[in-house]
């Protein structure tokens, strides 16, 4: 069993930097791939950014550039570094692990923090 717990989230202006942190339970954290993904009111939930075990990162193309994804295995721990915020930005920010069992993956995911971009 893993748990995720997220903190980090707030009201920030325009042009502000805001960083996520995601706190993991369990052994299996180093070998997870690790995602954050976000949610606005009335839209689909879209993957923000991904890092693998190995460290290899992904992001989806609006944020590139602006947003950083980065884990400390030692700590258990994923991040977000959110720099240039966008009013666009506003959702709800979600971490997910894929964690390795056998020959699959098993998704869990936080309960959420809540990420408001407004002047």
């Known amino acids: 069993q893993v748990q995720l717990v997220e903190s980090g989230g707030g009201l920030v202006q325009p042009g502000g930097s805001l960083r996520l942190s995601c706190a993991a339970s369990g052994s299996r954290f180093s070998s997870s791939t690790m995602g954050w993904y976000r949610q606005a009111p009335g839209k689909q939930r879209e993957l923000v950014a991904t890092i693998t075990s190995t460290g290899s990162t992904s992001y989806v193309e609006s944020v590139k550039g602006r947003f950083s994804i980065s884990r400390d295995n030692a700590k258990n721990t994923v991040y977000l570094q959110m720099n240039s915020l966008k009013p666009e930005d506003t959702a709800r920010y979600y971490c997910?692990?894929?964690?390795?069992?056998?020959?699959?993956?098993?998704?869990?995911w936080g309960q959420g923090t809540q990420v408001t971009v407004s002047s």
């Open positions: 997910n692990a894929k964690v390795p069992i056998w020959t699959t993956t098993r998704d869990y």
